[in-house]
């Protein structure tokens, strides 16, 4: 189970958005997580605020754009715990599971309150509202391979550990 405060995005941010460019030389991942959602218009009380634990919720075609594998690194480089959305890029939905960061797919999300705290069961897809304990969402669960891959902190430590 993962519980978090929310922060809500819109549609169609792309990993351009999420790790600008001009960052793709960086290598220290604290470093990297100090420029995750940047190119955000917006963003900015979210990039100072977040906390470990914190879940995002974003709309349709969140990582659209490149396949860069440093978007998914930032966002979880910053703690968040989980990221929920209407729809994910594909590359993007791919590289984030490989490098242990949890992904949910759930239709009509973008109701939900930004700084409404939840507890999400991936291995469900149950989405509990923490002040009233009652189920508001149920999002697509993770697959049994991708939840194996996301404990073992991505997908090299799950091969090493699977050798």
């Known amino acids: 189970m993962l519980k978090g405060r929310i922060w809500k995005f ?45 879940i995002m919720v974003v709309g349709k075609n969140f990582g659209c754009g490149s396949s860069r594998e440093h978007a998914g690194v930032a966002i979880k480089g910053l703690g968040v715990s989980l990221v929920i ?23 009509n999300i973008s109701s939900i309150k930004e700084g409404t705290i939840i507890s999400v069961y991936p291995e469900t897809g149950k989405i509990i509202d923490s ?11 993770l697959a049994n391979l991708e939840l194996e891959i996301i404990n073992a902190g991505g997908l090299l430590k799950f091969l090493i550990k699977n050798e």
């Open 85 to 107: 959305a209407e729809s994910f890029a594909g590359i993007y939905y791919r590289n984030s599971i490989n490098i242990g960061l949890p992904l949910l797919e759930c239709k």
């Open 10 to 54: 819109g549609d169609d941010i792309d990993t351009d958005q999420i790790y600008p460019g001009k960052y793709l030389p960086l290598t220290d991942k604290q470093e990297m997580a100090r420029h995750a959602m940047e190119g955000v218009p917006g963003a900015e009380k979210f990039i100072k605020e977040v906390k470990p634990g914190d």
């Open 131 to 141: 002040d009233t304990g009652k189920e508001i969402y149920r999002a697509n669960p």
